[in-house]
C-alpha cells in the first residue's frame, strides 16, 4: 500500500465549476499535510498547509480528516490557470522528510 | 531573490557515463534535499543534508548515487555509471528549520540512452 494515495484523475471541468479531490494517507500518527501545485514541466510550488481545523486561501480549501486519514481540497469558480497537478504531501515522523503523492490533474476548460 | 539553481536543466548522456547534477540552495536554508520524479513512482526523496551533513540517505537507489554538499551554497548528485533507468527529472529543494515550506529548483531532466 502505498504511504501517500491520490486519485490521478484528470478532473476536466468547466470554467467556474467547483472541483474537489481527496488524498488518503497510510499513517496514522502524521504530523503536517500539504497541497502543492506543479505545473506541466516545472517544479512543485506550496499551494498551501492543511490544518486541523480546515482552511481556507481565497478559493481553495482544504480540510483534514484524521479519523478516517484523508485530506481533502476544494477549488470553487474554478479559472483556466487552476489547470495543474496537485499533489498532496504528508510529513509522517514530524521530521524533514516529507512524503508525495503522485499527484490529481485537474484541467479547467474555457 | 534567488530561488534554488539547478544545473544542467537538460542532460543527455549514453549509459555507463558518469552525470554530476548541481544544486544551489537559497541562502540562508540549512536543509537541502534531492528528489526524483517519474511517471511510475512520482517524487521520490533520495537524500537530505542539514547544515552540508547529510542525514537520510535511505532513498538512494544503490551505490551508483552519491551525493555531496561540501558548503553550505553548494551540492552534487552524482550518478557513476549511468543506466537508461535512471532517466527522470531531478529536483533540488531546500527550506529553512523552522519553516516547513519547501522550495523547489527548476529540475534537471536527465536521460540516459
Known amino acids: 500500500r502505498k504511504e501517500v494515495e491520490q486519485d490521478p484523475g484528470p478532473f476536466n471541468v468547466p470554467e467556474g465549476a467547483t472541483v474537489a479531490f481527496n488524498c488518503t494517507y497510510s499513517?496514522?500518527?502524521?504530523?503536517?499535510f500539504f497541497w502543492y501545485r506543479q505545473d506541466c514541466r516545472k517544479e512543485p510550488k506550496l499551494l498551501m498547509s492543511?490544518?486541523?481545523s480546515g482552511n481556507e486561501d481565497g478559493r481553495f480549501t482544504a480540510q483534514l480528516n484524521r479519523a478516517s486519514q484523508y485530506i481533502s481540497l476544494l477549488i470553487r469558480d474554478s479559472k483556466l490557470s487552476d489547470s495543474a497537478t496537485y499533489l498532496c504531501v504528508v510529513n509522517f515522523f514530524n521530521d524533514y522528510k516529507l512524503s508525495f503523492g503522485a499527484g490529481t490533474t485537474v484541467t479547467v476548460r474555457a | 531573490d534567488a530561488g534554488v539553481i539547478q544545473s544542467p536543466r537538460h542532460e543527455v548522456t549514453e549509459m555507463g557515463q558518469e552525470v554530476t547534477l548541481r544544486c544551489k540552495p537559497i541562502s540562508g536554508h540549512d536543509y537541502l534535499f534531492w528528489y526524483r520524479q517519474t511517471m511510475m513512482r512520482g517524487l521520490e526523496l533520495l537524500i537530505y543534508?542539514?547544515?552540508?551533513?547529510?542525514?537520510?540517505d535511505s532513498g538512494m537507489p544503490e551505490d551508483r548515487f552519491s551525493a555531496k554538499m561540501p558548503n553550505a551554497s553548494f551540492s552534487t548528485l552524482k550518478i557513476q555509471p549511468s543506466e537508461p533507468r535512471d532517466s527522470a527529472v531531478y529536483f533540488c529543494?531546500?527550506?529553512?528549520?523552522?519553516?516547513?515550506?519547501?522550495?523547489f529548483g527548476s529540475g534537471t531532466q536527465l536521460s540516459v540512452l
Open positions: 529543494a531546500s527550506r529553512t528549520g523552522e519553516n516547513e515550506k519547501l522550495f
Open positions: 499513517n496514522s500518527a502524521s504530523q503536517s
Open positions: 492543511v490544518y486541523s
Open positions: 543534508f542539514n547544515n552540508n551533513v547529510p542525514i537520510d
